[in-house]
């Protein structure tokens, strides 16, 4: 059982990556998805979250309008498409599956060990 994001990577101010968050071991379509990211010294924080069957999505204010998540349950992936991209997006991204009917998820307030499972976390560099 595992989950695994990636497609991180080196980008200059302005541009885009996808990143993908994929489950093996476990049907992803039971959970609902949420992308973390924390900078070198900094805390962790939530950025956005998906429900199961992704109708429902949620962003914070500080990548609302140029970030976008979807999931393709078929391929039990899910994908953050970041757009725009700032140097104060420079992070490590984690995606984090847990309980697709808690409220606390749905507005990233859950605490960690709320979530069933965790990725291994990829790495975004933006240049200035």
């Known amino acids: 059982v595992q989950l695994q994001a990636s497609g991180g990577g080196l980008v200059q101010a302005g541009g885009s990556l996808r990143l993908s968050c994929a489950a093996s071991g476990f049907s992803l379509g039971e959970y609902a998805i949420s992308w973390f990211r924390q900078a070198s010294g900094q805390k962790r924080e939530g950025i956005t979250y998906?429900?199961?069957?992704?109708?429902?999505?949620y962003y914070v204010d500080s990548v609302k309008g140029r970030f976008t998540v979807s999931r393709d349950n078929a391929k039990n992936t899910v994908y953050l498409q970041m757009d725009s991209l700032k140097p104060e997006d420079t992070a490590v991204y984690y995606c984090?599956?847990?309980?697709?009917?808690?409220?606390?998820?749905?507005?990233?307030?859950?605490?960690?060990?709320?979530?069933?499972?965790w990725g291994q976390g990829t790495e975004v560099t933006v240049s200035s």
């Open positions: 984090a599956a847990g309980w697709t009917h808690s409220s606390a998820i749905a507005t990233l307030t859950a605490p960690a060990d709320e979530y069933d499972y």
């Open positions: 998906i429900n199961s069957s992704g109708g429902s999505t």
